[in-house]
C-alpha cells in the first residue's frame, strides 16, 4: 500500500464542503469517486481540515492509501478527467506513509474578500461578501493586529462545537484594499469622507495560523466589518480573549468570501 | 414616455447571451422580465450590442422606455430584487429621448484573460480561458500593436455574418502579464526559459475601439495566443487586413475568458 498526496483547488459554491455527508454533494466524495472511476479502487481522502458549505479552496491538501501502477505525477490528470469543472487537481506526488494530510500540518493560511459596493457586483459575489457601507480601514487594521499571537480562541468558534483545546497561534495577519479600477467603478465614491474610510473597492483578508477553530476566520471576518463600520470597538477581539463569549463578536461572515490559501507541512 | 438608462453588470456563464433567444435563457429576457415583475410594464430593453453565450459585462448599457412614477435612481434597486444573482443593476437614469444605447454607443472596451497553467484551475476558470504553454510576451505585445488604428477587420469576424462596413477604428490595446502568487503558484515555473517566455499567471487583453464585429475581441485573443505560443507570425494581424481570410487568424477564444468592461456614449 502507498500513501499519495494531493492538492486540490476548487470552488465551493455548488457544494457541501469538503466533508462527505448524507445530504448534499461534498468535494471529497467527488474526489473519491474520480479515484474509484480512475483507478476501480474504494478509498478515504483525508483532508487537512473540514471546509464549509460554500468556502472555496486554491489548494486544499489530502492524503488517500492505495496500490497504484501509475507514476504518482500521472495521478492528477487521471483523476481529472473525471472530476467536475469546479473541482480539480493541481498536484499529485507519493507521500510518506507517516504523512497525514490533517495531524501533519503545521500551518494554514486564509483568505477573506470582501467588497464594498452600493449595489451587489455579478462579477464579485461569486468569491467575496458584500460590505454595504464604508468602513474604517486603519481601526480595522489595528483590531486585526490583536489576533495576532497565542490566544485561546474559545469565543470564535460557532456554538456547538466540541474541541477542547481553544489555544490557537496566529502568525500573521494582514488586510489590504483595492479600489475598484476606473472602468468598473460603480455607485458614489466617499468624497469628503475622512481618508480612512474606504468604499467602492475591496478588503481582502490574510490569515496564517497553526489551526482555526470551526467557523472562526469568518467570525475574524465579521467582526472586522463590525469594527470597521463602527458598531464594534476596536478592542473587540480582545475583550473576547478575556470574556471567552461568542456575543462579544460580530457575525459571521458569510461563506462565499472564504478561501483556504494553503497548508503548509514543514516550516523552512 | 419616459426613456430610462441602466448599466447592468452579469456572468454570463449560466446565459445565451445577451439577446433574446428561442432556445435559451437570455440577459435581456432577464432584465425585460424584471421589469415586468417590478412596475407591471412589458417593454423591450435595448443593449449596447449583444454579448455571446457564456460572455461576462461588468457594464453592460442598456435603455427602455416606460412611464414609471418612481425616481429614475430608484429603478435600480426595483430591479434588482427581481434579478438573480448572476445579473444586477448597477445603476439606473433618466436618459434624453434621442439616447440609444447601440447608436449612440461610441466607444467600447472589452477584457479578455487567458490564464497560463499546467493544470486547470477552477477558482480561475469562470471569468479566465487557460492556456497550456508558456508564451512569448513581448511578440505578443508587439503583434498586438498592429490592431491599433483604422483597419479593415473583414478577417476577424466569424463566417455568416451580415455586417457590410468591416472598418474599425482599435484606439487602445494593452496585454499585461501577472504571475500567480506564491501562496498559489503550481506547477513548474519557467526557470531557465528567456525572459520574454512567461507562464503559471494571468495575461489580460484590454482592447477599446469605436465598435467590434461578431467574435472580433475573441478572435484578437486567439490570434494572440497563437503568436505567443510560435504558432502564428507577429505579421498575422498585418497580413489580414491585407488579405482579409479568417483562415490567417488563429482560433476564436473561449467565451469565458471575454467582459464587456465599458461603453462611452461621450468622449471628453
Keep these: 500500500m502507498s500513501r499519495y498526496r494531493l492538492v486540490i483547488e476548487y470552488d465551493g459554491t455548488n457544494y457541501c464542503g469538503w466533508q462527505r455527508q448524507k445530504n448534499g454533494v461534498s468535494v471529497q466524495e467527488k474526489v473519491e469517486n474520480a479515484i474509484y472511476s480512475a483507478f476501480g479502487v474504494q478509498t478515504v481522502v483525508t483532508g487537512s481540515g473540514r471546509t464549509d458549505a460554500g468556502v472555496h479552496a486554491a489548494a486544499q491538501v489530502a492524503h488517500f492509501d492505495a496500490q497504484l501502477t501509475i507514476p504518482p505525477r500521472k495521478i492528477r490528470e487521471a483523476l481529472n478527467g473525471y472530476l467536475p469543472q469546479d473541482i480539480k487537481i493541481v498536484c499529485s506526488q507519493a507521500a510518506k506513509e507517516d504523512f497525514h494530510a490533517r495531524f501533519s500540518a503545521k500551518q494554514k493560511t486564509y483568505q477573506y474578500t470582501y467588497y464594498l459596493s452600493e449595489t451587489e457586483r455579478p462579477l464579485l459575489s461569486r468569491y467575496a461578501a458584500r460590505a454595504k457601507r464604508p468602513v474604517n480601514l486603519s481601526a480595522m487594521q489595528a483590531a486585526l493586529q490583536t489576533v495576532v499571537g497565542v490566544h485561546d480562541f474559545a469565543a470564535f468558534s460557532s456554538t456547538g462545537s466540541s474541541v477542547k483545546d481553544t489555544v490557537r497561534e496566529i502568525y ?39 489551526g482555526f477553530l470551526y467557523n472562526m476566520v469568518r467570525i475574524i471576518a465579521g467582526t472586522l466589518l463590525a469594527v470597521g463600520e463602527g458598531t464594534l470597538s476596536a478592542s473587540a477581539f480582545e475583550q473576547a480573549f478575556q470574556g471567552k463569549k461568542r456575543t462579544i463578536l460580530g457575525k459571521t461572515a458569510p461563506a462565499a468570501g472564504l478561501t483556504l490559501l494553503s497548508v503548509v507541512y514543514e516550516i523552512k
Design 172 to 210: 500573521a495577519a494582514s488586510l489590504t484594499y483595492s479600489p475598484f479600477s476606473a472602468a468598473s467603478a460603480k455607485g458614489d465614491s466617499a468624497v469628503g469622507e475622512p481618508q480612512a474610510e474606504v468604499f467602492n473597492g475591496t478588503l481582502t483578508l490574510t490569515v496564517t495560523g497553526n
